[in-house]
């Protein structure tokens, strides 16, 4: 059953879509107003929700207390300071849910930095929207959306995935938008790189803030997480529209490709075709890669990173200890919220 997170002046805010579509530089260009605190990549859903039953009914206060402290152990991992656990008790006593957690955890956030309002930009979150959409009824999500031959471009510069990797997961991000039971706020990359201070205006006034001229000066407070980076190069300095088109630089064959897998998303959402269309994808090799591409995707994109790899282990350590719990008898049987 929904509960109340905030009214709307005051709910969270979510940011998501397909990785690299510009994401982070609209929760940047937020996170720089007086009022609004933007998480960065808290992958709440992700980490938790498929979990969650293994919690058993969180109207108990020693199953609220379980999650309350995997939560803080994530917060920390992602190199946050959590929230006390008597502070996030007390944050979530008047709803004791899985979606109270999180509304609590972004509302501290934003206090903690002398804000009133938080949000999150989790991009793969595209994949719980509707559930989003029905537990945060006030909340105001903004998708974005990017050429998918540039996406990849910038994927596969930042990740060192495939063009296909890119391009399904370009493909599944659209899936969920279609799929969304309410309207939620387009944020195209294009239009907002090549008229940004109108397209910021515009995200203002979905949230009911008032728009600050220090949010197009984001680059100038750009957390240290960021910088000296290569997939933060371009947060260091104001918003220009020098990437779109870039992909043209990639080989014809990863061009083709691309559009192969999203052809019908990219007619569908505008986006002009290089040469002759490809011949159609199956419907299910829109979003859907085969299991071996996709093991192979998961390994290219952990690679040697080595912090890819300390949160993967994270969350995979997690999930083993919830799972174990129960199993050893330490908390009832998986129930519901």
Same mark, same amino acid.
């Not at 008047?94 to 949000?119: D, I, M, N």
């Given at each position: 059953?929904?509960?109340?997170?905030?009214?709307?002046?005051?709910?969270?805010?979510?940011?998501?879509?397909?990785?690299?579509?510009?994401?982070?530089?609209?929760?940047?260009?937020?996170?720089? /107003?007086?009022?609004?605190?933007?998480?960065?990549?808290?992958?709440?859903?992700?980490?938790?929700? $498929?979990?969650?039953?293994?919690?058993?009914?969180?109207?108990?206060?020693?199953?609220?207390? !379980?999650?309350?402290?995997?939560?803080? *152990?994530?917060?920390?991992?992602?190199?946050?300071? &959590?929230?006390?656990?008597?502070?996030?008790?007390?944050?979530? @006593?008047?709803?004791?849910?899985?979606?109270?957690?999180?509304?609590?955890?972004?509302?501290?956030?934003? *206090?903690?930095?002398?804000? =009133?309002?938080?949000?999150?930009?989790?991009?793969? /979150?595209?994949?719980?929207?509707?559930?989003?959409? *029905?537990? +945060?009824?006030?909340? $105001?999500?903004?998708?974005?959306?990017?050429?998918?031959?540039?996406?990849?471009?910038?994927?596969?510069?930042?990740? %060192?995935?495939?063009?296909?990797?890119?391009?399904?997961?370009?493909?599944?991000?659209?899936?969920?938008?279609?799929?969304?039971?309410?309207?939620?706020?387009?944020?195209?990359?294009?239009?907002?790189?090549?008229?940004? =201070?109108?397209?910021?205006?515009?995200?203002?006034?979905?949230?009911?803030?008032?728009?600050?001229?220090?949010?197009?000066?984001?680059?100038? /407070?750009?957390?240290?997480? +960021?910088?000296?980076?290569?997939? %933060?190069?371009?947060?260091? !300095? &104001?918003?220009?529209?020098?990437?779109?088109?870039?992909?043209?630089?990639?080989?014809? /064959?990863?061009?083709?490709?691309?559009?192969?897998?999203?052809?019908?998303?990219?007619?569908?959402?505008?986006?002009?075709? =290089?040469?002759?269309? $490809?011949?159609?994808?199956?419907?299910?090799?829109?979003?859907?890669?085969?299991?071996?591409?996709?093991?192979?995707?998961?390994?290219?994109?952990?690679?040697?990173?080595?912090? !890819?790899?300390?949160?993967?282990?994270?969350?995979?350590?997690?999930?083993?200890? =919830?799972?174990?719990?129960?199993?050893? %008898?330490? @908390?009832? +049987? &998986?129930?519901?919220?």
């Amino acid at each position: 059953m929904t509960q109340p997170h905030g009214h709307a002046g005051t709910a969270p805010f979510f940011i998501m879509g397909c990785r690299r579509t510009g994401t982070t530089l609209v929760s940047q260009i937020l996170d720089s /107003h007086s009022r609004l605190a933007s998480y960065h990549e808290s992958y709440f859903y992700n980490i938790f929700r $498929p979990e969650l039953r293994w919690y058993g009914d969180l109207a108990r206060p020693r199953n609220m207390d !379980r999650l309350l402290r995997d939560a803080r *152990e994530i917060i920390a991992m992602q190199r946050v300071t &959590p929230p006390g656990l008597e502070e996030l008790r007390a944050a979530v @006593a008047s709803t004791p849910t899985f979606e109270g957690v999180l509304a609590a955890l972004l509302r501290l956030y934003a *206090e903690g930095r002398g804000k =009133v309002r938080g949000g999150d930009k989790t991009p793969e /979150h595209h994949e719980y929207l509707d559930e989003i959409l *029905e537990e +945060f009824p006030d909340s $105001p999500v903004f998708y974005l959306m990017r050429d998918p031959r540039d996406t990849a471009l910038s994927s596969v510069k930042s990740f %060192g995935v495939s063009p296909a990797d890119a391009a399904w997961a370009w493909n599944a991000a659209l899936e969920s938008y279609r799929r969304a039971r309410r309207p939620v706020r387009l944020v195209r990359y294009e239009e907002l790189v090549q008229d940004p =201070v109108e397209h910021v205006k515009g995200l203002c006034a979905v949230l009911g803030e008032a728009y600050e001229e220090s949010m197009m000066a984001f680059f100038e /407070h750009l957390p240290d997480h +960021f910088r000296n980076r290569p997939a %933060g190069k371009k947060l260091e !300095r &104001p918003v220009d529209a020098s990437s779109i088109g870039n992909f043209r630089q990639m080989a014809a /064959h990863d061009i083709w490709t691309i559009e192969s897998i999203c052809g019908e998303g990219m007619e569908a959402e505008g986006y002009a075709f =290089v040469g002759a269309r $490809p011949p159609r994808a199956r419907p299910q090799q829109r979003v859907r890669r085969p299991f071996v591409a996709e093991m192979l995707g998961r390994l290219r994109y952990y690679g040697m990173n080595g912090e !890819r790899w300390r949160r993967g282990f994270a969350r995979w350590r997690l999930m083993l200890r =919830v799972r174990a719990r129960h199993v050893l %008898g330490a @908390a009832p +049987f &998986p129930g519901s919220r």
